[in-house]
């Protein structure tokens, strides 16, 4: 009896292993699918990252992540923003539609107001290349912690006619943040 019932156990035993080993599913490689997986930053901490924004196609800007090992102001990330992607970044499909000509001559910040002046005519400046010097300004520390959606910015150029009260417009380009992999 107990040879019997040791004997039932046994082949139910392998049934079931085959059934389970032998249930269809293929093994597959890896599968490269948008942007890598990045974490949410924990409400009311400081980040301690710059943000930049780079062009992205499909005509957009993505925020970037760069490691900064402080708090960044928005004079800062600006700065950073002109210098363009670094490798990495590149590699990623990111680029400035900034033109190399374009420097920074004066940026000041105020309570939600950050004021960049650059060289040239700033309203020559493409849509996207407008929205990434916005972008990184108000995504960075500004005077009064206000949100970067109540934060403007005044754009002037050398020449040309100022373009007052700039905003980031982020519903219209947002996706996932990238970071950038330290070395």
Do not use: W
């Not at 597959?28 to 780079?54: H, M, N, Q, S, W």
């Not at 499909?58 to 950073?80: C, D, I, K, S």
């Not at 040239?120 to 108000?138: E, K, Y």
């Amino acid at each position: 009896m107990r040879a019997r019932r040791a004997m039932t156990v046994s082949a139910g035993s392998a049934a079931l292993l085959g059934v389970l080993a032998g249930c269809g599913i293929e093994p597959t490689d890896v599968v490269e699918v948008g942007l890598p997986a990045t974490g949410v930053k924990r409400p009311g901490t400081r980040v301690e990252d710059a943000i930049l924004y780079f062009a992205s196609q499909p005509g957009g800007v993505l925020p970037l992540h760069r490691p900064a090992g402080g708090e960044v102001t928005a004079e800062e990330a600006v700065q950073l923003l002109m210098k363009g992607p670094n490798d990495a970044e590149r590699m990623r499909g990111l680029y400035s539609e900034l033109p190399r000509d374009v420097r920074v001559v004066a940026i000041a910040t105020e309570q939600g107001k950050v004021r960049i002046r650059l060289s040239g005519d700033a309203g020559r400046l493409s849509p996207v290349a407008r929205q990434q010097v916005v972008c990184t300004a108000v995504h960075n520390a500004v005077p009064g912690d206000l949100p970067p959606e109540e934060v403007t910015v005044d754009l002037s150029g050398t020449s040309g006619k100022p373009m007052p009260d700039q905003t980031c417009r982020v519903k219209d380009i947002f996706t996932p943040p990238v970071s950038t992999p330290t070395p």
